[in-house]
């Protein structure tokens, strides 16, 4: 991505009357030409052969002549007119500028707008990305932002971005400085999105401007343009991010949710019953045929609820497997289910639980169907005792699990969204090591 200075040029705007519009021919070729910040201008270019000439010589003497140089089309044409930040502005001046890096050239567009009250600026354009640019006066203070390189102009901080040299590759119209194809500067640019602050330097003179990310399409409204703006491509180095300041908002409603969700669940906990309803030890011994057997029924009182079957075992060095079924008296219906547990050496565990979710109430009974290993005599030799604990109207945390990943996943969505949309603008050609944090583009 190219640095994005604008031309040099004076900031004041012309005192007294509006300055008139001078018409001339050019001494090269004949074409007419016509000056419109007569006062202010130093250079012209002629658009017929692109001949720069001086303005301020009453035989407009040939500066520079056109070398076979490649016509580029400016999408705003010269003389164009239009209300820009509520002031009448017409453009004047038309530059591309290039600067080349790794044998690769990348060029932007200046047009030079003018207004004899208000002075100049510019509206420049590098991939469909807008900024709108003034001169000024105040030179910047050297600064750091989180140890990176910045600079500080009127209490913001803007963060280097780029450095580069520039040359001036095609020209056409008026300007109010000594125009010349093939002109070479070195830009330097801070950022503080949409906020870039640019300087020229050319031998021992340093100018600053300041310019504004802007939509291409207020452009278009404000000169009346046809058609529409080209759309941006990737990211620009000023460009606000559509993120920025909405993090912070997402994150705080989400520990609101998530603290709403936390008390929510301490409330129904607190108001559930835990209550216990059947509590009996059994043994079982590999090898035994037919194991399975029925427990005694008990009650499940209350509401349609979750039952918790707790399995404690004092397995060691084998394992177990449980079929289980919880059955309704009255109506039959059947709750089926298999537990396995385990315990080796770093590894298993010999308990477990299990909540079974929404029994109504009722009287039950468990169906209980052990199974272990027997592949060896010492597990044939083992003798396994194992607790069931069933609990009624145990609390689950696993709804309010899934309602806080849900409530999380937004902010993280658009946390990863922000970062990827950081790298891509400082990858675009910024200083890598300088990148700053996703939240950048709040006044520093």
């Known amino acids: 991505m190219p640095a994005e200075s604008p031309a040099r040029g004076p900031s004041g705007a012309a005192s007294g009357s509006v300055a008139g519009v001078k018409a001339l021919n050019c001494p090269n070729c004949g074409a007419a030409l016509t000056i419109r910040a007569f006062q202010h201008t130093l250079s012209?270019?002629?658009?017929?052969?692109?001949?720069?000439?001086?303005?301020?010589?009453?035989?407009?003497?040939?500066?520079?002549?056109?070398?076979?140089?490649?016509?580029?089309?400016?999408?705003?044409?010269?003389?164009?007119?239009?209300?820009?930040?509520?002031?009448?502005?017409?453009?004047?001046?038309?530059?591309?500028?290039?600067?080349?890096?790794?044998?690769?050239?990348?060029?932007?567009?200046?047009?030079?707008?003018?207004?004899?009250?208000?002075g100049f600026r510019y509206l420049t354009v590098y991939d469909g990305h807008w900024n709108d640019v003034k001169p000024v006066s105040a030179v910047p203070e050297p600064a750091s932002s989180r140890g990176k390189s910045a600079v500080n102009l009127l209490g913001r901080t803007y963060v280097h971005f780029q450095t580069a040299s520039a040359e001036t590759t095609f020209v056409m119209g008026e300007f109010p400085w000594r125009v010349k194809v093939g002109e070479l500067v070195a830009c330097t640019d801070y950022i503080a999105p949409p906020y870039i602050l640019s300087s020229e330097t050319v031998e021992t003179e340093t100018t600053w401007s300041l310019g504004e990310y802007v939509d291409g399409a207020r452009i278009w409204e404000a000169f009346q343009l046809p058609g529409r703006p080209p759309r941006p491509a990737g990211v620009f180095a000023n460009q606000p991010s559509p993120y920025a300041g909405k993090l912070k908002q997402l994150w705080f409603l989400c520990g609101i949710l998530l603290l709403l969700l936390a008390n929510l669940a301490l409330l129904f906990s607190g108001f559930a019953r835990k209550e216990q309803v059947f509590d009996h030890q059994y043994t079982f011994s590999p090898g035994v045929?037919?194991?399975?057997?029925?427990?005694?029924?008990?009650?499940?009182?209350?509401?349609?609820?979750?039952?918790?079957?707790?399995?404690?075992?004092?397995?060691?060095?084998?394992?177990?497997?449980?079929?289980?079924?919880?059955?309704?008296?009255?109506?039959?219906?059947?709750?089926?289910?298999?537990?396995?547990?385990?315990?080796?050496?770093?590894?298993?565990?010999?308990?477990?639980?299990?909540?079974?979710?929404?029994?109504?109430?009722?009287?039950?009974?468990?169906?209980?169907?052990?199974?272990?290993?027997?592949?060896?005599?010492?597990?044939?030799?083992?003798?396994?005792?194992?607790?069931?604990?069933?609990?009624?109207d145990v609390p689950s945390l696993a709804f309010y699990w899934i309602c806080a990943l849900l409530i999380v996943a937004p902010p993280v969505f658009v946390t990863f969204r922000a970062v990827g949309f950081e790298k891509s603008r400082w990858q675009e050609g910024g200083d890598i090591a300088a990148e700053p944090d996703s939240e950048s583009g709040e006044d520093g």
Not at 88 to 101: A, K, L, M, N, S
Request: include cysteine; glycine fraction near 6%.
């Open 44 to 118: 012209v270019v002629c658009a017929q052969c692109l001949s720069v000439l001086d303005a301020k010589d009453p035989n407009l003497q040939i500066l520079q002549q056109f070398e076979g140089r490649q016509r580029v089309a400016a999408l705003i044409p010269l003389g164009s007119r239009g209300k820009w930040r509520n002031d009448p502005y017409e453009v004047i001046g038309f530059q591309v500028r290039t600067i080349t890096d790794a044998g690769a050239q990348y060029s932007w567009h200046e047009y030079l707008l003018f207004n004899p009250y208000k």
């Open 289 to 392: 045929r037919d194991a399975s057997f029925v427990t005694p029924s008990f009650d499940l009182a209350g509401r349609t609820s979750d039952v918790e079957l707790s399995i404690r075992t004092n397995l060691r060095s084998n394992w177990a497997y449980f079929n289980f079924a919880l059955i309704n008296e009255a109506t039959g219906q059947a709750y089926d289910f298999g537990r396995e547990v385990s315990n080796y050496p770093g590894e298993g565990s010999p308990n477990d639980d299990v909540l079974i979710p929404s029994v109504p109430p009722g009287r039950y009974y468990l169906r209980v169907e052990p199974e272990m290993s027997s592949g060896s005599s010492a597990a044939r030799n083992s003798r396994m005792t194992y607790e069931l604990i069933l609990r009624r």
